[in-house]
């Protein structure tokens, strides 16, 4: 007999979760408001998905049903726009580590550095910008500031900075605070953790913060994909954004591609997730394999 207290793998729900079952118009209604929002699209077989990660923020407010969930969402106009956020922030999906993918990082130091610095001979600023789009609880943008910070460090007058995104404003939170548990920076050597790291102890458990000159590197923002313009008003060398757009419809795609090449420099490069591609969607970039794309003006 299945168990009724799995509903999805990874996530368990109480007995009384897991009967509170969310029906297709209520499914309806938030698969089109979370896409109108944040342009993340739920395709009918997410539906369990959406029922067990919001169980327990009904059990919070008290509401015995999604009936009656829906209902505020669409009677209560200060309820629907105090709860968005916190809707957004249970939908999305948060999966990251330190150096994912690696070969990205490789292709910094190894390629895209050394150019830029030859550029630099030429009389271009000393300048570099990068954009993480979709930083989740850190890991990337850290990972983005340990690779220009020990690329950079000695190099003279240079000015670096990346700006680190995330629609969720609770991975946010997390990612400013730049304190991971012991087992997150198993991808980093023990030369890199002392080095850009912190060792404290919370709770009995080992923890290590991310060291002053990694911080000073990134500067923390909520940004919805979907809203434009960005605030952010540099030209951009680069742009990480790895494992979004697999949750936005082609249309979708092709809008964010638009508006990422405003806001590359001339021939300003574009990193994707390994099961991302602009094939079919965008000819404004250049593939050069490893899911990594040249601006092609």
């Known amino acids: 007999m299945r168990n009724p207290c799995r509903i999805l793998e990874g996530e368990f729900l109480d007995f009384k979760s897991a009967f509170n079952t969310i029906g297709d118009p209520e499914f309806d209604f938030i698969k089109d408001l ?9 395709a009918p077989h997410k539906k369990i998905m959406v029922q067990s990660r919001l169980n327990a923020r009904l059990r919070q407010l008290s509401l015995p049903s999604y009936e009656e969930y829906v209902s505020r969402l669409k009677k209560d106009p ?10 957004i922030n249970r939908i999305t999906t948060n999966k990251t580590d330190f150096f994912r993918e690696n070969h990205h990082f490789e292709f910094l130091k190894n390629d895209f550095f050394p150019m830029l610095e030859e550029n630099a001979k030429s009389g271009t600023q000393k ?23 020990d690329y950079f460090q000695t190099k003279k007058d240079w000015n670096c900075k ?18 991971y548990r012991e087992d997150r920076l198993e991808p980093v050597s023990e030369i890199l953790k002392s080095k850009h790291f912190n060792k404290q102890m919370i709770k009995d458990q080992l923890h290590y913060e991310a060291k002053p000159h990694l911080k000073a590197l990134v500067d923390f923002k909520q940004i919805n994909l979907l809203h434009y313009p960005f605030p952010i008003t540099e030209k951009l060398d680069l742009i990480f954004c790895r494992n979004v757009v697999i949750y936005f419809d082609k ?3 092709k809008t964010l591609f638009s508006r990422f090449e405003e806001m590359l420099k001339p021939k ?16 404004s970039f250049k593939f050069l394999g490893h899911t990594i794309y040249h601006k092609k003006v």
């Open 268 to 283: 300003g490069y574009l990193i994707l997730g390994h099961s991302e591609t602009m094939f079919g969607i965008s000819d």
């Open 251 to 253: 249309p979708t795609q």
């Open 162 to 179: 990346i700006y680190a995104s995330d629609i969720d404003t609770q991975v946010l939170n997390t990612a400013k605070l730049g304190v």
């Open 78 to 87: 200060k309820f629907a726009s105090e709860e968005m956020q916190e809707l």
């Open 34 to 42: 979370v896409y109108k929002q944040a342009g993340i699209f739920l």
């Open 127 to 149: 300048t570099l910008r990068i954009w993480c789009s979709a930083s989740s609880t850190g890991e990337e943008p850290y990972s983005i500031a340990i690779t220009v910070y």
